[in-house]
């Protein structure tokens, strides 16, 4: 890398979206806002194999040794790329508890963007990738992983060129007027949803605490179940509304447990904005976000629940409320930090009650991770507080795994007891669930 | 679905498939009229955008009931399904 000119890669709406939220967190004492992915492999896992793909792959990717220059009030936040960064690789002994280490790296108190752990043991060996979401968003955190599983597959290949797998795409329109227009159905939601005052489980200021998880994993006949049901639910092929209906009513039944009178939920999805099956790029967060509510009457039945988030999801498309947000968070990432700091407090409490994302099919075409075959994998990313939850779903070999992250203190263990048995009962008895 | 304002083309599976190529999935790897979309990663966004540019750009409106599996599995598919509709009197 010696001799290579620095680059400047300036960060995409979504990633100043992300800063300011990780300064927030930063400034509320949660920690930077990072996330941790689990690989459960079988037997054959190689230590020499990982360690000599992550330097190939830090050595490829001068991104990942980058520093943040903010510059002067106005002008837009960037990386400035420098050295290889030093992927860490840690090992810890057999009998270390794999979730106890996932909490402590969802703390986030180490160094760089990326780093492995790893709890060997000889039938089933533990891989741990923590990861900055400055960074990566879930699709890219896959693309990491199988790039690095491809190097370790091919030991004896020469290192991989340099790569510049960045650039976060945004809507080309020009002129003041046409963006104004272009930026109107995003403003129209957000003033919409922002009057409604959603119920969030922990609004400032609440006990700041840890960040935790809990997993809910499903077989694979529970799994083909589920997906029947939510294709049955939706009356097709969408299984976003339905999943996010189950989350969104779970947390209305620790609302009414706690006695609190009916409010409407809202929670932002995440839409890809990568093609389907793209190789690139893997840095920065390329998505684009839609917005979604329910009011206590909607969230009775399932199934009407579900019905109603895909009219809204049809509305939104229809209306490219998704593209809308990406002009809108272009234009944004000139905002001054303190500003980009006092959206991010007005809105995070109110238009957002809980995180959600199923992101599908994990790590679909990769099967073997430095000589062990993959047996399964999930993503937990830490949650800010407010609103202080999240539901996280993925698939493997065709077992659903759902991660539920909060921060200490903003759920009981009965209230989270309440929401796994809830989200485990809509999933699987879909079209019987009214409450 | 309603009937299509405009004429659908006579090679409607392949106009099908380059437009659904170039719009949703990586260039790299092209989409034919027989590609099953759901193996290639078509998801509820996709799924969702697809009928939108359908409505765009031949004026076909996507019923909530018509959005199955069956219909939008494979360009040929959804041409299969456009044409039927095509020939349905209103």
């Known amino acids: 890398m010696t001799g290579v000119r620095p680059r400047r890669v300036p960060l995409g709406g979504c990633d100043c979206y992300l800063l300011a939220l990780e300064d927030q967190m930063l400034r509320a004492g949660q920690g930077r806002h990072v996330g941790v992915t689990f690989l459960e492999t079988g037997a054959g896992f190689s230590l020499q194999h990982l360690t000599r793909a992550a330097e190939q792959f830090a050595a490829s990717h001068p991104l990942l040794g980058a520093r943040l220059k903010r510059g002067l009030p106005g002008t837009i936040p960037r990386w400035i790329t420098g050295a290889p960064a030093n992927i860490e690789v840690c090992g810890h002994p057999e009998n270390t508890d794999p979730h106890t280490l996932a909490e402590s790296l969802l703390a986030g108190h180490w160094n760089g963007f990326l780093r492995f752990d790893f709890v060997p043991a000889a039938e089933r060996t533990i891989i741990l990738m923590s990861w900055s979401h400055l960074f990566f968003d879930a699709r890219g955190v896959e693309m990491t992983l199988a790039e690095i599983a491809g190097l370790a597959a091919a030991p004896n290949s020469p290192p991989p060129p340099l790569r510049e797998s960045w650039g976060a795409y945004a809507p080309t329109i020009k002129g003041l007027t046409h963006k104004f227009f272009a930026v109107r159905p995003f403003t129209d939601r957000y003033y919409e949803l922002k009057r409604s005052h959603a119920a969030v489980i922990a609004p400032p200021p609440a006990t700041l605490g840890r960040s935790k998880f809990r997993l809910l994993h499903f077989t694979a006949d529970e799994t083909a179940q589920i997906n029947e049901n939510a294709r049955h639910t939706t009356g097709g092929i969408f299984l976003m509304p339905h999943f996010l209906a189950v989350v969104m009513r779970a947390h209305a039944a620790v609302f009414a447990s706690r006695g609190d009178a009916p409010r409407p939920l809202q929670c932002a999805i995440s839409a890809q904005v990568r093609k389907r099956g793209a190789k690139d790029p893997i840095f920065q967060n390329q998505i684009s976000q839609l917005f979604f509510t329910l009011t206590p009457n909607e969230m009775k039945s399932l199934p009407h629940a579900a019905l109603a988030l895909q009219d809204q999801f049809m509305t939104m498309t229809k209306k490219k409320t998704d593209i809308a947000f990406l002009v809108m968070a272009n234009w944004m990432r000139r905002l001054p930090a303190f500003a980009y700091r006092r959206f991010i407090r007005r809105t995070a409490g109110s238009h957002t009650s809980f995180y959600h994302a199923h992101t599908g099919a994990f790590l679909p075409n990769t099967s073997v991770f430095c000589d062990a075959p993959i047996l399964n994998g999930w993503h937990i990313p830490a949650v800010s507080q407010p609103p202080g939850t999240g539901a996280f779903f993925s698939e493997k070999n065709g077992r659903l795994t759902m991660s539920f992250s909060w921060r200490e203190g903003s759920v009981t263990p009965a209230e989270t007891d309440l929401i796994f048995n809830r989200i485990r009962t809509d999933l699987l008895d879909a079209n019987d669930a009214v409450s | ?90």
């Open chain 2, 1 to 90: 679905m309603n009937r299509p304002h405009t004429p659908l083309p006579s090679d409607l599976e392949v106009a099908l498939a380059t437009l659904i190529g170039e719009n949703l999935f990586d260039p790299a790897e092209p989409v034919t009229a027989h590609t099953d979309l759901f193996e290639r990663g078509l998801d509820s966004m996709g799924i969702m955008q697809l009928a939108i540019l359908l409505e765009e750009k031949w004026g076909a409106a996507i019923s909530p009931e018509d959005f199955t599996e069956e219909h939008f599995k494979t360009p040929a598919a959804l041409a299969a399904f456009m044409r039927q509709r095509a020939e349905t009197p209103q």
